[in-house]
């Protein structure tokens, strides 16, 4: 029989900062607890003493990233200018990209894993009714003027591209987007288009801010 | 020894078809060569016959798949209208569709098969392109007034679309969404949202167009 860890609480979370890492890297279906156990230097005893299958540690980081994910969505209410709107979508997909290991092998998680499939499904409802709120928060501050058809038109194409804009870049590139130095460019391009979306609907204001601050930034990062 | 089937040329279509529809089912981690044969009536040994492997089976359907899409991406120059533009889109949604578990599944896929990963993002280089010509079409014959500026935006957000929307449609209510019955309905959709980005850059015969055309079935389909 083994011993318990002295620290029960650290070991597990160190164990799930590991197999976070791997999973980005390699892919859910790439990795095994007999992996994790061996990049950690711990024994398949002990990584199993905390999580007793590979099913238990998807659903703890998947716990983690749903606490971030809804930390950050209910921030939709308040956003009442293009700038709020970007560090608001610039957390997201930083978080989307932090767990990416779940959008890139979704559908195979979710056919394997029921309690995953029922809350991603919640979680994409959250996100679409705070993507709701974004663009309501904006049209109220007049930073943008839309009419309801217009933003009912618009959110579910945001919804789509705030989950798959990421996963999209890794398939069109899956060597390269792997690389942490390129993460920082790859996340502030996929704020720039798809806050793009919203330029038509601009207020004079706001487009003078977005053509000063990020048109600006853009064509800078380009050279 | 086997003997070789009467007709191999139809027997190796057939199994394609059966393929296509089970993968598509139950997507390509659950779909097993004995499965096909089983489907089939035929023996293990007759479907490895005509592929030695499920690789080769899976680079065949692929092969469809890239075949009929790069026949329709040929026709993106040629687009004037917001009419043809409607059946453009339309018809890329429906190849994706009809060849869904590719993307259900892509990156998993794509780890395993060097030829899928190379091909696929060739697809992806030339269905850009597609998009770039059709709003260069759309903005030639006077439909969407935009900047290059504007399409350099959009563009990209067009093609994320695309690639991602039904997936998405998919992820969303993985079980609904299989139902052959639900698919013109989520094909529609799909291009009313993507072309609807768009809607700010009509000029005004094209915008009354678009609200005769498209704005009034939507809304007889939301009834």
Redesign the interface.
């Known amino acids: 029989m083994q011993p318990p860890p002295k620290k029960p609480r650290r070991t597990a979370e160190r164990i799930l900062d590991v197999a976070l890492e791997l999973l980005n890297r390699f892919?859910e279906?790439?990795v095994s607890t007999t992996l994790i156990a061996a990049e950690l230097g711990i024994s398949p005893g002990n990584l199993y003493y905390h999580y007793p299958a590979k099913e238990a540690l998807i659903n703890a980081l998947y716990v983690r990233y749903e606490t971030a994910l809804e930390a950050q969505l209910a921030q939709a209410g308040g956003i009442a200018s293009i700038g709020a709107a970007w560090a608001f979508f610039r957390t997201l997909f930083a978080t989307t990209w932090a767990y990416r290991f779940l959008h890139?092998?979704?559908?195979?998680l979710?056919?394997k894993n029921r309690t995953l499939?029922a809350r991603?499904?919640d979680v994409?409802v959250r996100q679409t009714a705070a993507v709701v709120a974004a663009i309501d928060g904006l049209a109220r501050s007049g930073a943008v003027r839309m009419t309801p058809?217009?933003a009912a038109?618009?959110s579910?194409?945001l919804?789509?591209?705030l989950?798959?804009?990421l996963?999209?870049e890794?398939?069109?590139?899956?060597r390269r987007a792997l690389e942490p130095e390129r993460a920082e460019a790859t996340l502030d391009r996929a704020v720039?288009?798809?806050l793009?979306?919203l330029?038509?609907?601009l207020s004079a204001d706001a487009r003078a801010h977005w053509q000063s601050q990020v048109?600006a930034r853009a064509s800078a990062d380009a050279h």
């Open positions: 892919g279906p790439n890139r092998d979704l559908n195979d979710l056919s499939e991603f499904q994409l058809h217009d038109v618009l579910p194409c919804v789509v591209l989950t798959w804009w996963n999209h890794y398939v069109r590139d899956p720039y288009h798809l793009g979306l330029q038509p609907y048109d």
